[in-house]
């Protein structure tokens, strides 16, 4: 074989096969930037949940202070002992006296909720009934008086009153839509 020709082949196979590799390097190189780009935006979003969290902190705090006054207001069970303690205590430290107390509860309009009527009678100046019925409306337990009578007795000043508590029941109803 010539000599040229021989040089010529070994050049051309060289060309040929540093062209294959490159081909494959490049193949590699543009399979590997892709991954990069998809690991820099995974980072990105990362990053961005990561700073985030501070705000998402601040506002689960707010969420929990919500609930928790809501869970107040409407308690998951009657705990209506300790609602007559409370009232009888309040009615007490506004210098009022308990002469009957009587409770019924029913269904609220609201799913998922219970009333609790509770009729009072008390005897008192109006003053003092007024800073009871402030210590209603300050409450952390929802209560709503929906009707006040007051006469003037031999004894005093009788006052009735008509309260309504509510609480969420153990195994609330479904809303439409699927959600309790």
């Known amino acids: 074989m ?30 590997l930037q892709t991954q990069a780009d998809d690991a820099r935006t995974q980072l990105d979003t990362a ?18 202070a919500k609930l928790d006054h809501i869970t107040a207001a409407f308690p998951a069970e009657e705990n209506l002992g300790v609602l007559i303690a409370r009232i009888e205590q309040a009615a007490q430290d506004h210098h009022l006296s308990f002469t ?11 799913p998922g909720f219970t009333e609790v009527h509770l009729a009072l009678n008390l005897t008192g100046s109006y003053p003092h009934l007024y800073h009871l019925l402030t210590w209603t409306h ?43």
Do not use: C
């Open 47 to 64: 990053q961005g949940k990561i700073d985030a969290l501070p705000a998402l902190r601040i506002q689960a705090k707010a969420d929990q």
């Open 100 to 110: 009957q107390l009587n409770r019924t509860t029913q269904a609220s309009p609201v």
């Open 138 to 180: 300050d409450e952390k337990r929802l209560l709503s008086v929906t009707d006040i009578t007051s006469t003037s007795t031999e004894q005093g000043l009788t006052h009735s009153l008509q309260v309504i508590g509510y609480t969420r029941n153990p195994n609330p109803t479904p809303l439409p839509g699927g959600t309790p």
């Open 2 to 31: 010539n000599r040229t020709l021989m040089f010529a082949l070994a050049a051309l196979l060289a060309i040929a096969g540093n062209a294959t590799i490159a081909r494959t390097a490049w193949q590699q190189h543009t399979i």
